[in-house]
């Protein structure tokens, strides 16, 4: 069976690599892929694909190549997952048009140049996906009927969206790390996966009397750590990476594990698919004190007990995140109720895995040559569609940044409808090499905001138009202007309406003055109506006119003028937050507010005095000199303190006394009990200091979880304290 699948592989991937040199043929594959994907919905699609069965085939082998070697798809997995659905149901109406190189007869596809190639242990198959409640039913009722049982006991778990990977350990040593490559072999990827640290370099199986055994899982990236990664590229000047799954697929075969280890890739192991346990009388056991227990010799009889030996043996195992459920209306109740709470998690997954509990039960339903009919994948509403370009936009953000926005044939993705995107700058649409009228992939992620992935370059025609950035401000006409270094356009005209709008906006808002019931549709209604023109404006708004508008009633315009007074009360680093200065953030303006006794006393101090100040740099301490260096905006200070704003610290000359006073603290991940700025209250409440780096000044590290790249550079200066949201609580109660 090895034998005539190496030789099929071996056949296809040199058949096909000729095939994809030739661009004619990329491009006539491409657009015959849009074309079934149109056709799904059709009532004559079963027919159609009965007629042209060969050309549905070689779509599915385009679009696995494109996947699984290019790492480079065209269509998302839902759009491939339908397109051999309709295969199956074809092939399974008609048997005879089953040939030995479908793609229904194969476990994946390719392996990558540029590593040592691995045999699996076990082969690596794919799993049956489902989408709907009828799925799981018919799943059910196949293993219920197989088994001759009226209820089975299923164990769920997230699916998560990342790389797959196979781990071998012999002798409570990792030997061996492998891609899942065409599912039979996979690229020897040791080194890379070395460099994750949720993955152990030993684990204690010998205390279950295993020798060597192979664990499947899935390499992934937290959206935090992909957050700070692109960070960190924009930082460097470098193109941004498109979504997690992506970038952790990628990083396992970059030839630089020093590279592989700054990404900050995470793993989840969920699947022991081969285990070879020593004989319990083996000299290995002549100290009786290591004579493996009988309970852990049965620990692995069940799926949920796997994951809960492989939690034990230091692996992150999807222990706390797996259900066991008897019945598949459990079942289905579960996976539709995760769907709604995925946005929550700090990772991505893209549906539920139900896997039969038992596994004595699983050996006995077996497995197809393409799936284990003991599992089977719920798979979520689809996150990527393909769509075209239609036109681009310009929007002009309160620093003067313009940003392009495409306007796109509207497409549900997630749940949503998205007909707008923004694409960031005129290096960015070089870079993804986009054109109005080019058909694009998108995707929409989590609460991550919709992003196009790509161009498919190879379905234009030719009629597409190139983008050309404009040169004058879309608002005012003002010339643009780009500081060298960086990547946007800005429009300096400090008076261009667009800006104005945008920074009374971020004035009003939440974090910053927090004026409630004065949000971003009132903001750009008033000043339409000429109510409303700068922030000063604010303090003294026309409230008679106002309660003549349509949906202002009395009550609406005393909580407006209520919440504008009590505005005038908030301390001096809200108000420096809400002047929206360039690279000033909730922390840049705590750090400023603590350095003056009042807020106009900055405008004195030179960009080598502010940069004296904790965690302000020269970019930082150039845009804060040139803002107080302004006169138009020292004047709207002027106008602001005359109308009762607190421009004075109060704190200042106030001697702090609490038993954290002059204790610096960083709060890093996500805490369980308390919301970060909640945390920071309580530590400013004690005289503690609040900063926005790790360095040698820093008291305080408190890690929540999923903490990133700040809590390993905290682990080099032995200086820093680093503990939990539990004993930073611990330490507030003993103040």
Not at 437 to 461: H, M, N
Not at 663 to 687: P, V, W
Request: some cysteine.
């Amino acid at each position: 069976m090895y034998f005539l699948q190496s030789v099929l592989f071996i056949y296809f991937t040199s058949t096909f690599n000729g095939l994809i040199k030739n661009m004619e043929h990329n491009k006539q594959l491409a657009n015959q892929t849009l074309h079934w994907l149109q056709q799904l919905n059709t009532n004559t699609v079963e027919q159609k694909a009965t007629e042209n069965i060969n050309e549905l085939k070689n779509v599915l082998r385009f679009n696995e190549y494109r996947y699984y070697v290019l790492n480079n798809a065209i269509i998302s997995d839902n759009e491939y997952d339908a397109l051999y659905k309709l295969l199956e149901k074809v092939e399974k109406k008609h048997p005879e048009l089953i040939t030995k190189d479908s793609p229904t007869q194969r476990i994946g596809s390719s392996l990558n140049e540029g590593f040592a190639t691995v045999q699996h242990l076990v082969p690596m198959l794919s799993l049956d996906n489902s989408y709907n409640a009828d799925d799981l039913k018919d799943f059910d009722r196949k293993a219920r009927e197989a088994s001759k049982l009226n209820e089975i006991e299923y164990c769920v778990e997230p699916k998560f969206d990342g790389a797959s990977i196979s781990l071998i350990y012999e002798n409570d040593l990792l030997v061996r790390a492998a891609t899942r490559g065409d599912g039979v072999e996979g690229d020897d990827i040791t080194t890379n996966i070395k460099q994750i640290r949720s993955i152990p370099l030993s684990a204690p199986f010998s205390k279950y009397a295993i020798e060597q055994i192979e664990i499947r899982g899935e390499v992934i990236l937290t959206k935090q750590n992909f957050n700070k990664y692109n960070n960190w590229l924009e930082e460097q000047g470098l193109a941004t990476v498109a979504n997690p799954r992506n970038t952790a697929a990628g990083s396992l075969r970059i030839k630089d594990p020093k590279e592989v280890a700054r990404r900050n890739l995470d793993a989840f192991l969920y699947h022991i698919s081969y285990m070879n346990k020593y004989e319990v009388q083996s000299t290995k056991y002549k100290n009786e004190s290591i004579v493996p227990h009988a309970s852990n010799r049965v620990h692995e009889n069940t799926h949920a007990a796997q994951l809960q030996m492989l939690w034990d043996c230091g692996f992150r195992s999807p222990e706390k995140e797996k259900k066991v459920i008897k019945g598949i209306d459990g079942v289905i109740n579960y996976v539709l109720d995760f769907e709604q709470k995925r946005d929550e998690l700090p990772y991505e997954i893209d549906g539920m895995v139900v896997k039969v509990n038992s596994i004595e039960l699983q050996e006995k339903l077996g497995m197809t040559s393409h799936h284990p009919r003991w599992a089977i994948a719920f798979k979520f509403k689809a996150r990527q569609a393909t769509t075209k370009l239609l036109n681009v936009e310009y929007q002009v953000g309160r620093t003067g940044a313009v940003t392009p926005v495409a306007k796109l044939q509207p497409v549900a993705i997630g749940g949503v409808t998205v007909s707008s995107i923004s694409i960031h700058n005129e290096d960015y649409i070089k870079e993804k090499d986009l054109k109005i009228g080019d058909t694009v992939l998108i995707e929409r992620a989590g609460d991550v905001i919709p992003q196009i992935v790509k161009s498919l370059a190879e379905l234009r025609t030719g009629k597409e138009e190139d983008i050309i950035f404009l040169k004058e401000c879309p608002v005012c006409k003002s010339k643009l202007f780009k500081e060298e270094g960086e990547a946007v356009w800005r429009c300096i005209n400090i008076e261009c309406e667009a800006q104005v709008v945008e920074k009374i906006i971020h004035f009003v808002s939440k974090d910053a003055m927090d004026i409630k019931s004065f949000g971003e549709a009132n903001v750009r209604k008033f000043y339409e109506l000429g109510l409303l023109k700068d922030i000063p404006n604010i303090y003294n708004l026309n409230f008679e006119t106002i309660g003549n508008l349509e949906g202002f009633g009395k009550k609406s315009v005393d909580n407006l003028k209520a919440a504008i007074e009590a505005s005038k009360q908030q301390p001096l680093n809200r108000l420096i937050y809400g002047l929206g200065i360039r690279f000033v953030g909730e922390t840049t303006a705590k750090t400023l507010a603590n350095s003056v006794g009042h807020l106009l006393d900055l405008k004195n101090k030179s960009e080598e005095d502010l940069q004296q100040l904790e965690d302000i740099g020269v970019k930082v301490a150039k845009s804060i000199h040139h803002f107080f260096s302004n006169d138009q905006n020292i004047l709207m200070l002027q106008q602001l303190e005359s109308i009762g704003l607190q421009l004075k610290n109060e704190k200042k000359n106030i001697v702090v006394s609490g038993g954290l006073a002059g204790q610096t603290f960083l709060f890093t991940g996500t805490l369980n009990k308390l919301k970060r700025s909640d945390a920071e209250a309580l530590a400013e409440q004690q005289g503690g200091i609040i900063v926005s780096g790790v360095s040698a000044k820093l008291n305080y590290l408190v890690v929540g979880e999923d903490a990133g790249s700040k809590l390993e550079k905290a682990k080099k200066i032995n200086t820093i304290k680093i503990i939990s949201e539990e004993e930073f609580l611990k330490l507030l109660s003993e103040q």
